[in-house]
């Protein structure tokens, strides 16, 4: 089955910053790759996704790249503000039928104003 | 956007008694709902796949007796935790994922946090 490793576990960064955060997935088949943002006591919050026929997507300061030939993606946040702290969390999946997410283990990210 | 529901977002119960939460689609007709469970600083752990007017689907090592779930019209699932004891103790959170949109996108609810006394 599929399984995704997520790297780093914590991040510090100074606010106006950038942060990357870095995801790899084993199952070539996975073509669906979201990432989540959760506060504490929340649930998860989609932020951006990206399907394997792209390679890169970007939303206002949040950027998502893909490579699948490494079968790596990873989560880029521009001039990272305090309300960007928070638990990010990357998952892939099968873009069909009812498969399921599988997450990363989550990276809690900390911006220091 | 899509927006799920969650009810109650948190309870407190006796060991051995019953807990049932409410997942609710809002503003789509959800096909699909999943439950999962999270514990302190970890990642989310699925529990089961809640399809509508069928029996759900478990991951390995979810005991289905003891989480029934029941998805019986396209905006609304349930969780009973039966006979609740403090292992039990957790966040569970909802998704579901909407049918309108291409893909397999799951929106979260903002999720239950149980505790068992």
């Known amino acids: 089955g599929e399984n995704v490793e997520q790297h780093p576990s914590t991040l510090s960064v100074q606010e106006g910053d950038s942060a990357v955060i870095k995801c790899t997935y084993s199952d070539s088949a996975s073509n669906y790759f979201p990432w989540y943002k959760q506060e504490l006591g929340k649930g998860p919050q989609l932020i951006i996704d990206?399907?394997?026929?792209?390679g890169e997507k970007k939303d206002q300061r949040i950027a998502v790249t893909l490579n699948k030939t490494a079968k790596h993606f990873s989560l880029h946040i521009t001039e990272t503000q305090p309300e960007d702290s928070a638990v990010y969390f990357c998952a892939a999946s099968i873009d069909t039928g009812f498969q399921k997410l599988v997450f990363g283990t989550g990276t809690r990210l900390l911006v220091s104003p | 956007g899509a927006v799920v529901s969650q009810h109650p977002s948190w309870v407190i119960c006796k060991s051995g008694t019953s807990v049932k939460i409410e997942c609710r689609s809002l503003d789509f007709q959800a096909t699909t709902m999943f439950w999962y469970r999270q514990f302190p600083k970890q990642s989310l752990m699925l529990m089961a796949t809640?399809?509508?007017?069928?029996?759900?689907?478990?991951e390995q090592g979810v005991e289905k007796d003891k989480f029934l779930i029941n998805h019986a019209s396209l905006t609304l699932s349930t969780l009973t935790v039966t006979s609740a004891h403090p292992e039990d103790s957790s966040f569970y959170i909802c998704?579901?994922?909407?049918?309108?949109?291409?893909?397999?996108?799951?929106?979260f609810g903002p999720g239950t946090r149980l505790t068992v006394l």
């Open positions: 809640s399809n509508e007017g069928s029996k759900a689907t478990y």
């Open positions: 990206i399907r394997s026929n792209v």
């Open positions: 998704s579901a994922r909407d049918p309108g949109l291409a893909g397999v996108t799951q929106y």
